[in-house]
């Protein structure tokens, strides 16, 4: 009988050394820069303060990975906005929830 498991274990996400350092690049070249690159700099940095204490890095690759699917994801929001769709309507689903408890 064989020792090893039986199926293989899933390799974490892991960016390139640079990802951080392009992707704050790509960030400040986008227009949203004034309200994306604070953003991510406050993630990275409660991420880092929280590798230094647990001496991981999978704090640090979210948000590199959260990052990279926003900025992947601009050229969709933006065919969906210029497509004329309003979602300015939408509803508050913790609205919805509280009401329903209320009554």
Known sequence: MSAQPDHAPVTPYAPAPGAPA???????????????????EREWSAALEESRR?????????????WQGRLA??????????????DSEFVDMAELRGRRRRR
């Open 22 to 40: 392009e992707l704050l690049a790509q960030l400040r070249a986008d227009r949203r820069a004034d309200t994306w690159v604070p953003a991510f």
């Open 73 to 86: 994801s601009v050229p969709a929001v933006d065919a969906f906005v210029a497509g004329g769709c309003d």
């Open 54 to 66: 647990t001496f991981s890095l999978a704090g640090l690759y979210k948000v590199v990975q959260d």
